[in-house]
């Protein structure tokens, strides 16, 4: 079975500064990968994913992730941290060929942004 | 947010007792999902359905049964509740049952079994 690995259960960064949120996958074969979050109180919602061509990938509020099959790796980065980015992300994964029942969450990245 | 409504969304239950939570959709998504998440182990899937009466079992089903008798409804129920299932349920919806077809989550219901 896929799993997800996110480095860091919290995160802080000042504001202005270089988000970075690791997540590694097991598969050999490249799967889909998505990031995830959520912000309190609330379910989660789609910030980017990937499936196939370019693996740069770019979501919304300024993230972006890239794929990198070598390093079975899908960080997400945005380069200036703004307050309102302070929440919970979650890398997930899924193997091609399956639906999203097989999807597999990691334990996810609380970000907090300092002033 | 997706049309997706969430009830209750807190409640304190005791030991023993049988829980119903509610999730309506307004997308006419034909997917629906119920998860679990808790601190140290992100979301888990409980059960799933991939139409109405259509359902299956997912990772930490056990305790848990499901109904869907309408395309916008998906009942979670726990026939005899636990103090290890205490923990926030969400409902996600997506249009089709792959990847490609991203989940959409409700806000979620705050169970406490004590």
């Known amino acids: 079975a896929q799993s997800v690995t996110q480095l860091g259960s919290h995160v802080s960064v000042s504001e202005g500064a270089l988000v970075l949120l690791r997540c590694n996958y097991s598969?050999?074969?490249?799967?889909?990968l998505f990031w995830y979050v959520q912000y309190p109180n609330q379910g989660l919602q789609l910030l980017l994913k990937y499936t196939t061509g370019a693996t740069l990938v770019k979501g919304i509020n300024g993230f972006e992730a890239e794929f990198k099959k070598s390093e079975t790796s899908f960080h997400l980065t945005k380069p200036s941290a703004h307050m309102s980015d302070a929440a919970e992300y979650f890398c997930a994964v899924s193997d091609r060929g399956f639906g999203n029942e097989k999807l597999t969450f990691g334990t996810g990245t609380r970000l907090t942004i300092i002033p | 947010d997706a049309g997706i409504t969430q009830s209750p969304r807190h409640k304190v239950t005791e030991t023993g007792t049988p829980v119903t939570l509610r999730c309506h959709q307004t997308?006419?998504?034909?997917?629906m999902y119920w998860y679990r998440q808790d601190p140290g182990h992100g979301l888990r899937l409980i059960h799933y359905s991939y139409g109405v009466k259509d359902t299956d079992k997912g990772e930490v089903s056990d305790g848990y049964s499901v109904s869907r008798s309408k395309t916008e409804d998906f009942l979670l129920t726990l026939e005899s509740a636990t103090s290890s299932q205490t923990s926030v349920y969400f409902c996600a919806i997506s249009e089709a049952g792959t990847p490609n077809s991203p989940l959409h989550f409700g806000n979620g219901t705050r169970l406490t079994v004590t």
């Open positions: 598969s050999s074969v490249p799967p889909y």
């Open positions: 997308e006419n998504h034909r997917y």
